[in-house]
Structure formats: structure tokens, C-alpha cells
């Protein structure tokens, strides 16, 4: 179990320049699961400082997302652009308490410093020339930037909670800028400054970000205070072991849902992408709540499957509750219809939600496969329906009417004992009559159990549409 003898409180930080992407997704799910099974909170902050980039439609989109996907936040959503001002001030105090100082290198010499970085192969690395210099020596007309004085010798170790112990040498780690020669902060500030103020005990997210770990805890202690625990976790990749794209499913969250997949099953998917509790692969949000902890973190990638989640998310179709799977479903099936469903058409699918889900993999699917029930007469016919519908289907169905028209109770059993009634009089297969049927009354050369089927539709209706066919002759 990971040790917390502190209140625990997480963060999720998005920069609102974009939708809520499936790997911050993973991440926020993470932070909130960890928050709620230490009985703890899960804050949201909105990172907006990149003001040309940050847009009212992505903060919507990343609030809709995660709203969808059930993920709440505790207190008043934190927007970090409102803060700057105090940002900048503290940046101005480690200045006046001599932890930073001005540094007036142009953009001249910085690319020089990074030319010759690129020539010796080494990461760019600022070479403090301003860092004891006095600014009595700056140029006329040139704003400076403000720089933390990193330690120059030693090592700065992370007891990360994934990662295990990270150290880097202090020499690898120059003295990053604090504000901007406009006097607004940077990021890095910026995030150490918000994470301290909000009282973020731990700080779950992607490995990319490790290498700031170690130079916002440098931040930390220049401030005086104490540093959250990090913990790093692997990054997502595709299926094939390449850095996630969009062909591999590095979508929005909102994709997902027109795709037709269930907020509970994705939950599920993305809590198991590098995350495990023994063989279990079908976790339910509470188990997930009272399981869920960081030991349980692999330090490998995770490998995103679409065939996997459509597995993961049939089996959620197929254990939701006929109701609200057809809530789920009917804004897909009113949008392919073009008009909402009346009183007939939502019976229908309320009757017919068992047979039909077994049958799908996610919500497009099975909107699709449920259009029989609601369209209007005649069908059209897909090609394998035509192909069925022979000319001597076609007769078939025309006798096979006129004994179903004579049943008196129109209920399951009763037309499937007509119906082998009539194969055994015309000697024919049961299929000779079952696979026209199935053509005339869904269009299609696959459905739930016709006579499931036809006793969902009524007799008026299955009568009808047999009659639509069998006339065609």
C-alpha cells in the first residue's frame, strides 16, 4: 500500500488547447481513483496560461468529457491564468531573498548555446554566464528573464511512487527561467506555485513530465516548502508498441462516445492500461475504488487495443440494464432515423433490447442492428436479404402468411409452433422458411430470433411486412 499519512489530495492540470485526450483521460481517472480510495480530494485545474492556444471550447470540452466519463472534481475548478499575478510575485521575492536573478543573455547567445549543444550532441543546457554577473553590465533596451540559481554540484533524488528512486546530477539541471523577460511566469513556476497552494499531496501523471520533476523540486526548496510525492506513470502506446496516434485511438474522449462505447467500460479499459488487480479484468467502478492504489502501476507502457475495449465494452452492453442501454442508444437511433421514436417504435426496443444486444459491441452497432424494429414499411433490403428473397421464398412466404394469419394468440411460442407446423407440411428445412422470414421482417440476413422477432413487432406489422414480399412474386 502506498503511504499517506497526510489527507491525500490529487490534481488533474489539463491545458485547455484541445479535447480531453485518451491518455489524460487515463490520468485523471488514475488521480481521481487514487483521491477516492484514500477518502481523500481530486482537484481539477485548468492550465490557460498559453493564452493564444487556450480556448473556451476546450475547457467545455474537457469538462463534458469528464462529466461523461463520471469523473468529479472536488471544490471550485482552479483556473491558472487568474493567478499570474501571484505567480510573478513569488518569482520577485526569490529574487529579493538573492535564490534568483536577472539574466540578460540575448537571443543571439542562446542560439549560439544551442548550436553548440547540437554539435557536441548534448542537450541544451543554459551556461549561467549571467548567474553572479552585475546587472550593473546588462545592455541598454534588453528586458531580462528571471532564473532559479539551481545547485550546481550534488544530485537531486525523486522517491517517485512508480518510478522507484530517480536521481540526476545538479550539473545536468541549469537554471531555468521563472519569468518571462514580459514579466509573466512560465510553467514551471507556475504548476509548483498552484500544486503548493492547492495542497497537492500527490502528483500522479505521465512519465514525459520526470525530467521537471526533478527541477520543480529544486523550486520547492528555494520556496521553503515541502515537495508533493510524484508518481510517474508509463505512457500509452498502440497496439503495435509505437508512440500512440490517432490511428492507434489517441482521440478525444468525445470520439469514444459517438463511437458508441460506454462511459463505465472505457473507465474500466483505461483503469486496466498499466494498472492491475490479479486476473481480474472486468472491474466495476467501486471495486475499482476500493482496490485501486499506485503499487499497482506497471513501469512498462501500456498498449491500447480497439479490439479489446470493443470485447470489454459488449460485455458492458450485454450487463447494463435494458433501460438505460436503450437511453444510451436511442440518440443514435433517433439520429439515423431523422425523428424521435413514438410510443410503438420505444415499446418496441424495450422488448426487443436483450435479443438485440448480444449481438453488439458498442452503441453504433447496436443502433444499427435495432432499425428494423423502428423503421417504416416497405423495408429495403440489404443485398444478402435480395439474394435470400427468391422467387420461391417469395411464394413460400406468401403460404406461410396465410397459415400465420390464422393463429389465435400471437405470442412466441405459438408462432414458432406454426412455423414448424408449416415446414413440416411443406416438407422443407426449417431454415427454407425461418431465412425468408428473417429477410422480409428485419431487411437483413441476420437478426435476434425471428420469432422473438415477431412477436416484438405484433401480428399487424410482421403480417405486413411477410405480406410486403410475398406479394413481390
Known sequence: MTSTSAPVVTRFAPSPTGFLHIGGARTALFNWLFAKHHGGKFLLRIEDTDRKRSTQEAIDAILDGMGWLGLDWDDEIVFQFSRAD??????????????????????????????????????????GRWRDRDPAEAPEGVKPVVRLK????????????????????????????????DGTPTYMLSVVVDDHDMGVTHIVRGDDHLTNAFRQTQLYAALGWQAPLFAHIPLIHGADGAKLSKRHGALGVDAYRDMGYLPAALRNYLLRLGWGHGDDEIISTAQAVEWFDLDGVGKSPARFDFVKLGNLNGIYMRETDP????????????????????????????????????????????????????????LALNAKAEKILNDEARSRLARLQDALSTLDSWSEDAIEAAVRGFVEAEGCKLGEAAQPLRAALSGSNSSPGIFEVMDILGRDEALARVADQARAT
Open 86 to 127: 501571484h505567480h510573478a510575485a513569488l518569482a520577485r521575492q526569490l529574487l529579493a531573498d538573492g535564490k534568483a536573478y536577472h539574466c540578460y543573455a540575448s537571443p543571439e547567445e542562446l542560439e549560439e548555446m544551442r548550436a553548440a549543444a547540437r554539435a557536441e550532441g548534448r542537450p541544451m543546457c543554459y551556461d
Open 150 to 181: 539551481m545547485p550546481q554540484s550534488g544530485e537531486t533524488e525523486i522517491a517517485d511512487l512508480v518510478q522507484g528512486s530517480v536521481t540526476v546530477g545538479n550539473e545536468q539541471l541549469d537554471d531555468m527561467i521563472l519569468l518571462r523577460a
Open 323 to 378: 433501460a438505460e442501454l436503450l437511453a444510451a442508444v436511442l440518440p443514435f437511433i433517433e439520429e439515423k432515423l431523422g425523428h424521435p421514436l413514438d410510443d410503438t417504435q420505444r415499446a418496441r426496443l424495450e422488448r426487443g433490447m436483450d435479443g438485440l444486444r448480444s449481438r453488439a459491441k458498442n452503441l453504433v452497432e447496436l443502433a444499427e442492428n435495432a432499425m428494423f424494429y423502428v423503421v417504416d414499411r416497405p
